[in-house]
């Protein structure tokens, strides 16, 4: 990717099947990436590669979020994958960390899904700027102003159409472009670099009634006029604050509508932004800065840790997002958290089923690192030993918890790597016991300890058992001072847990409880994330 290129960071989010696979697929073939349909994700075919994609499978749900890289329009475009499982909320959650804003997939038969709730409740958190796609208009869709006002009243963010659908299924007959006023014919459209556009600037004209006869003529004039007296202009402003987005219809699987959308993210979407860091001493007492891309000096963050992508390595790739500088192959960069200094020989970019090693990388770059265990979920990387901490990578309070333990007391180490190194990648959250040095797992979803217990037994050789343990969550402890702590660990002992990092938890076992040693302790802090943010 030459350097010049402005970075384009964003994620697609959808309900699962409104067209997401489908959509990324497309959008990698305008990028030059895949030559054919089917490459991204075939169902029954030979994508699942990896074991972990097995069960992905199995399950029939997209588990994984992926990253990849391309070109478009004079933008290097990196584009995330997110789970579209709520049980994953954890991991899009991260995704979103590393983008600057989102593309929306709905499907304009359903409207508004719940999972779509959820994921735009995340966006919301940082105020990710979304352009919508209105998919599957090759079918029988809801009427669009039905479908704006559903998005609108359901997500509440202002909806502005930048084309107009003239009919949907068996009479869709393309899109009427609201600045161009050209329709762009869906059946004739051949190639999708360059569709049938029909002049409509005069819509009595006869070729536009013989081109989409006269009920849909009818019905786009009024629809037209609705629009115009409705309908606001679109401003770059409110869409970059997340208050408007740009909304597009068509057919991802027909690769309808979707250049539009991609000349228009390519166009609109914000180039890389600064983010917030600590200083040491790294805890909620520590100083914050804000780092910009235009700063020299190269920092990162990881903010996804896969498995298994290639069975034939059996590697594990962590995914960081360049945020200031200039990462050049074969740097030594410095691991804060560790404080060594790793050369990176081998950073990888991602396109679709291939990787490439990249030489040099930039703000709103991706690249992946070569694993062996080492690193975790929000781990920073700098340039030059500086000691800085990116923060908004924090656990969430996990709802759901399991009791661990080896069929084979043998194999009570193996169970102890495991855990740690799944933890470290985010597949789920471990706490130990204070008391009993019993390891629980803690999950928002349960289906994340059902990737644990596959992944436990194939890849680490453990049969465990679970017992669920009926918590309702965990907090995280901050105290005034040692003593406090002491007294506080005492008078609690049977609740107490560490995180993978050190970090002190309460063990919520009812509200009640939790409700009552709050009140007990009004001097000790509870937070719901391992970020200390209230
Ligand atoms: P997801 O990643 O969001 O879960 O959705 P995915 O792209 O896998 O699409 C879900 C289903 O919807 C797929 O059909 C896909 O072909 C279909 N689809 C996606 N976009 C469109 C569209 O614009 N029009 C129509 N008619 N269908 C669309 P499937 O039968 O479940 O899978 P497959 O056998 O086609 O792979």
């Known amino acids: 990717m030459a350097d010049i ?8 989010i959808s309900h699962p099947d409104a067209g997401k696979t489908t959509m990324t697929e497309k959008l990698l073939w305008f990028g030059g990436v895949v030559r054919e349909a089917g490459m991204v994700k075939s169902k029954s075919g030979d994508y699942a590669k990896s074991d972990w994609m097995e069960l992905e499978k199995q399950r029939g749900i997209s588990i994984t979020s992926s990253v990849m890289s391309f070109e478009y329009n004079d933008r290097a475009l990196h584009l995330l994958d997110t789970p579209g499982h709520k049980d994953f909320s954890e991991d899009t959650y991260r995704t979103l960390t590393a983008v600057e ?22 966006c919301r958190m940082r105020d990710t700027p979304i352009v919508t796609f209105m998919n599957k208009f090759d079918r029988d869709t809801m009427d669009p102003f039905e479908l704006l006002d559903n998005v609108e009243s359901i997500l509440k963010i202002q909806c502005i159409p930048m084309t107009w659908p003239i009919g949907s299924g068996v009479d869709f007959k393309g899109v009427y472009d609201l600045r161009t006023k050209q329709i762009m014919g869906f059946k004739d459209a051949e190639n999708p670099f360059e569709p049938k556009l029909v002049d409509a600037t005069n819509l009595d004209a006869p070729h536009v009634l013989s081109f989409i006869g006269q009920a849909l003529l009818d019905k786009l004039k009024e629809d037209l006029e609705m629009v115009d007296s409705l309908i606001p202009e679109f401003s770059h402003e409110e869409y ?22 991609l ?6 979407a914000p180039t890389p932004k600064g983010r917030n860091a600590v200083l040491p001493p790294f805890d909620n007492t520590a100083d914050e800065v804000f780092i910009e891309p235009s700063d020299n000096e190269f920092s990162g963050f990881i903010f996804k840790i896969q498995a298994n992508m290639d069975p034939k390595h059996r590697d594990r790739i962590s995914f960081l997002r360049v945020c200031s500088g200039k990462f050049n192959r074969n740097d030594k960069i410095y691991h804060v958290r560790s404080g060594k200094e790793i050369k990176i020989a081998t950073p990888l970019i991602f396109q679709a089923r291939d990787r490439d090693i990249v030489e040099e990388a930039y703000p709103g770059d991706i690249i992946g690192l070569y694993d062996t265990g080492k690193y975790a979920i929000g781990d920073t990387f700098t340039l030059g030993k500086k000691k800085i901490r990116y923060t908004g990578i924090p656990s969430f309070a996990p709802e759901l918890f399991m009791r661990v333990t080896a069929k084979d007391p043998m194999k009570a180490k193996h169970l102890e790597k495991g855990l740690s190194q ?13 008391t009993t040095n019993e390891k629980l797992l803690g999950a928002v979803g349960a289906l994340q300890f059902e990737v644990v217990k596959y992944r436990l037994e194939d890849e680490y050789s453990v049969p465990a058992t679970y017992e669920s343990v009926s918590w309702e969550g965990v907090r995280w402890l901050k105290f005034a001072d040692k003593k406090q702590e002491d007294q506080f660990c005492r008078d609690y002992s049977s609740v107490i847990m560490e995180d993978t990092h050190g970090r002190l938890c309460y063990a919520v076992r009812t509200e009640w409880d939790l409700r009552l040693c709050m009140e007990k302790n009004p001097e000790v802090k509870f937070y719901k994330n391992s970020d200390y943010i209230d």
Do not use: Y
């Open 5 to 12: 290129l402005p970075r384009c960071t964003f994620a697609i």
């Open 101 to 122: 804003s989102v593309l929306m997939m709905i499907d304009s038969a359903k409207g508004v899904e719940t999972q779509t709730i959820k994921l735009m409740e995340v």
């Open 240 to 261: 970059l604050n997340g208050i408007q987005t740009p909304v597009f219809f068509g057919s991802a699987l027909q690769n309808f509508g979707v250049k539009e959308l």
């Open 263 to 268: 000349d228009k993210v390519t166009e609109i």
């Open 422 to 434: 799944l933890s470290e990648e985010g597949a789920t959250q471990l706490f130990i016991r204070r």
